[in-house]
């Protein structure tokens, strides 16, 4: 067979993203948004207005119980990474690995934090996930130089990384010629110049459970996972500098769908935010970029190999970038393993039903003790003073008629 084309391949790419996102929409999405309320002490939706609306943190609890000890196991001490050397000649070599890449974990990335989010994106929602990769950035600054001769110019502007902006030119001594015109013998130059640099890093982050997508039968051990996903959102901006094409970058930049995403929207909802307003600068506008590790047989010869591949549009229809792979750039955990499961238990799924039931039995024990100490009253229209009724202070008295005509409504008290 031969190499597929970007329309197949599109389509492949499409239709594994499709399919894992009806298959999360349909798992977890749900669980997450409702594990997110619980750890806030969100309303269960089942109150009563002048009752007892008391939330029970049971969730919270057990998750900040864990967070410490967990944090502690990895972070007691500066080494978060050791290499063992095989051999004797190997120990100096293992030594120098190990403070570099605990340089990179605490120093470039906030090993910490890192660290901190990762599991407790574990113990809430189900699983916690890691993006490691090397980052090129091209920063673009302006810079002025002044009072320069011709060689120290020409030395500047052999940096093919320097650009001209503007240029001014400054004679300090001339001479006259035999026809009288004056000749420049030394000129100094101020310029104005764009300077562009290139550099890069190893990156760890953190990605949001939602942003995360791999195909629905992935076992335990996401190396044999045959399509992972990382979904997400980034401006014509960023992917300009990335190295894309700006016109078909525009093509895809609208409104963003995870904007709009329900867990999104969840995370950040103490937080007032306009929607539905683009950026003025049509740089900043948004587009949702799929970098997709997968499996395809892309070469015909009947094999799959593991490749990346970027993608741009809701669907992923549009490719970017397709390349050989051979490492798969995710880490993941989950709290409570499940056998054949790449996605396991959390600790809201042990305490979600504990967090119910005490929050009924607390709501029922403080309205018991309302009506024991405010209990409703039958009083006969016309025959009491209801401003008197109404009058809850000590000792206050009650103006009626005649006798008998204010009851108390009486419960039996819970609080034993």
């Not at 605490?106 to 113990?123: E, I, P, R, V």
């Not at 090129?136 to 020409?154: A, I, Q, R, T």
């Not at 004056?182 to 190893?202: A, T």
Request: proline share 4%; charged share 25%; glycine share 6%.
């Amino acid at each position: 067979m031969s190499e597929m084309d970007d329309v197949q391949l599109g389509s492949i790419v499409s239709g594994e993203i499709t399919d894992a996102l009806n298959h999360f929409d349909s798992e977890y999405t749900q669980d997450r948004l409702r594990a997110l309320d619980f750890y806030l002490g969100e309303p269960l939706g089942n109150e009563v207005e002048g009752r007892s609306s008391v939330i029970a943190t049971e969730v919270a609890d057990t998750v900040e119980a864990i967070m410490p000890n967990l944090m502690r196991v990895f972070t007691a001490n500066d080494k978060y990474v050791r290499f063992a050397g095989r051999t004797g000649e190997d120990m100096e070599a293992a030594e120098q690995a190990s403070d570099y890449v605990n340089y990179l974990i605490q120093n470039q990335n906030d090993g910490y934090k890192l660290l901190h989010t990762f599991f407790k994106d574990a113990l809430l929602f189900r699983m916690g996930v890691i993006k490691y990769f090397y980052e090129e950035v091209e920063e673009v600054d302006e810079e002025e130089y002044n009072g320069l001769s011709e060689p120290e110019m020409v030395l500047l502007l052999n940096d093919p990384s320097i650009e001209i902006v503007e240029q001014r030119e400054t004679v300090t001594q001339s001479m006259m010629d035999e026809d009288g015109v004056e000749v420049p013998l030394d000129v100094m130059y101020d310029l104005s110049v764009r300077v562009k640099r290139k550099s890069g890093q190893i990156k760890a982050i953190n990605v949001p459970p939602e942003e995360f997508l791999v195909s629905r039968h992935a076992t335990g051990n996401l190396e044999d996972a045959h399509f992972v996903a990382h979904r997400t959102s980034l401006t014509v901006s960023e992917l300009v500098a990335m190295g894309y094409d700006r016109d078909i970058i525009e093509q895809y930049a609208g409104e963003n769908e995870l904007d709009t995403d329900r867990e999104v929207n969840n995370r950040f909802q103490d937080l007032e935010a306009a929607t539905g307003v683009d950026p003025a600068d049509p740089t900043l506008r948004s587009v949702i970029y799929h970098e997709c590790i997968m499996n395809i047989d892309f070469d015909g010869d009947g094999i799959a190999e593991r490749r990346r591949i970027c993608a741009i549009g809701s669907d992923g229809a549009y490719i970017l970038h397709n390349e050989p792979w051979d490492h798969m750039p995710f880490a993941v955990c989950s709290p409570i393993l499940m056998p054949h499961r790449l996605v396991g238990r959390s600790v809201y799924d042990l305490t979600e039903d504990l967090q119910v039931i005490k929050t009924t039995l607390m709501r029922q024990y403080l309205d018991s003790v309302y009506s024991s100490t405010l209990p409703r009253m039958i009083a006969v229209e016309g025959q009491v003073n209801l401003d008197d009724l109404l009058d809850g202070s000590a000792g206050g008295v009650i103006r009626a008629r005649q006798p008998v005509m204010v009851q108390q409504i009486t419960g039996a008290s819970v609080g034993g």
